[in-house]
């Protein structure tokens, strides 16, 4: 197993353009979701999904979309970049019950 | 999810055992306590969870009190490579969406010294 596949690793952007990060699990894990973290903090919660064609909103939607049209696959579109976007992303994904997360390694993304 | 409270930071010498406390005095009845570590920058890396009893695996043991509103994070034998941020995290284990949100808090950041 890979486990959670992140790509890409790093990123550049330009403000005003847009991007898709992607995530994938192959451990056919029912949750996925995606965090942010900024210098010096903790992980907050973008967007979530409970299953295939299930998302919802973390604590820190805004300016992000998600679609999850399989189980594996969990992408993070940034609409329109902002340089308040400029961060580390991180997937993560859990199968139902008690267990640990898993957690991709991250992209790190900057918007100038 | 019940919040918890955690060190900013300590400090533990290598070869020695790292105690690292975490309170969750409102934690509910069905909350399960979890811990992670997340090394440098890294993707957060789970190390175990428990809901009333202790346990313990290959990387460190869970010690939780009997009224639950607080518990222990113990690393055996520390290393360098264990230097890291350390996540005490509650949340209620089970079908749901809300229920598989993670609230992390600053965590601990635990710096083990030669």
């Known amino acids: 197993n890979a486990g959670v596949t992140q790509t890409p690793k790093f990123q550049v952007l330009k403000t005003g353009q847009s991007m898709t990060l992607q995530c994938a699990q192959d451990?056919?894990?029912?949750?996925m979701s995606w965090y942010r973290q900024d210098p010096g903090m903790g992980l907050r919660l973008i967007h979530y999904?409970?299953?295939?064609?299930?998302?919802d909103q973390g604590e820190v939607p805004n300016g992000y979309n998600v679609s999850r049209s399989t189980t594996e696959d969990f992408p993070l579109r940034l609409l329109s970049a902002a340089p308040s976007q400029t961060s580390v992303y991180f997937c993560?994904?859990?199968?139902?019950?008690?267990?640990?997360?898993?957690f991709g390694s991250g992209t790190r993304l900057t918007v100038v | 999810d019940a919040k918890t409270t955690q060190p900013t930071s300590m400090d533990c010498a290598e070869g020695r055992a790292a105690n690292l406390p975490c309170n969750h005095s409102?934690?509910?009845?069905?909350?399960?306590v979890y811990w992670y570590r997340q090394i440098h920058s890294q993707g957060p890396q789970y190390i175990i969870h428990?809901?009333?009893n202790n346990e313990t695996n290959e990387m460190a043991s869970l010690i939780i009190t009997e009224d639950r509103k607080s518990s222990t994070l113990i690393l055996p034998h520390a290393t360098l490579r264990d230097t890291a941020v350390y996540y005490c995290?509650?949340?209620?284990?089970?079908?749901?969406?809300?229920?598989?949100?993670?609230?992390f808090g600053k965590g601990t950041l635990l710096t083990v010294n030669p």
């Open positions: 993560a994904s859990v199968p139902q019950g008690s267990s640990g997360y898993t």
């Open positions: 409102t934690i509910s009845g069905n909350e399960y």
């Open positions: 999904s409970v299953g295939a064609g299930i998302t």
């Open positions: 451990m056919n894990h029912e949750y």
């Open positions: 995290i509650v949340r209620v284990a089970g079908s749901g969406g809300s229920n598989y949100k993670l609230t």
């Open positions: 428990g809901l009333k």
